[in-house]
């Protein structure tokens, strides 16, 4: 009996980037964004945008969409990094929060009545949650996504958001809406 799972090749990679690593202190994300974007294994942010290790936290969650859990850890993160700066320059704006979706989503079969009631009942999950989480034209759930985060009362005003759209086609990433605060 084999113990190789499906883990084990990354583990080997794992293994290859334990030799060139440095442990950074916890601390303000060097690119000052924290990325908002769907879980597909097409779209990795960090390959997409080009990020490094320590630049920017990715929240990923089906389809890349602002939800309270999302709110939640911003909050929670933003208060994070207000203390950790010691609050200084109160003024200043601790990070951006770029919220990207991108074409294909596969949760655009969710605005499908009738593949909706499915995978309610395969899964569990409200059917209101999955109608919620569809993203059949990325242009207009970025917007409205960008829209929720800035009307809630626990988004501190020193961050700022964007939202983008990723093309699967291209591998290009457009500004939808430019950088707003609350």
């Given at each position: 009996m084999s113990n190789m799972t499906n883990m084990t090749g990354l583990l080997g990679r794992n293994e290859q980037f334990t030799?060139?690593?440095?442990?950074?202190?916890?601390g303000l994300p060097t690119a000052q964004v924290v990325v908002v974007a769907?879980?597909?294994h097409r779209v990795d942010p960090a390959i997409v945008l080009g990020l490094k290790l320590g630049e920017a936290p990715v929240i990923r969650n089906a389809g890349g969409r602002v939800t309270q859990a999302?709110?939640?850890?911003i909050a929670f993160f933003a208060f994070l990094i207000d203390q950790l700066s010691g609050a200084q320059g109160a003024a200043d704006t601790l990070f951006e929060v770029a919220v990207i979706h991108h074409t294909q989503c596969g949760t655009g079969f969710l605005a499908d009545p009738g593949f909706r009631q499915l995978t309610a009942a395969a899964t569990g999950l409200p059917e209101a949650a999955l109608e919620a989480s569809a993203v059949a034209d990325p242009h207009t759930t970025v917007k409205?996504?960008?829209?929720?985060?800035?009307?809630?009362?626990l988004l501190s005003p020193r961050v700022s958001v964007s939202g983008h759209v990723y093309d699967i086609a291209t591998g290009r990433v457009t500004t939808t809406l430019d950088t707003r605060y609350p």
């Open positions: 030799r060139t690593y440095t442990s950074a202190a916890l769907c879980l597909d999302v709110i939640d850890d409205a996504d960008v829209e929720r985060l800035l009307a809630s009362p």
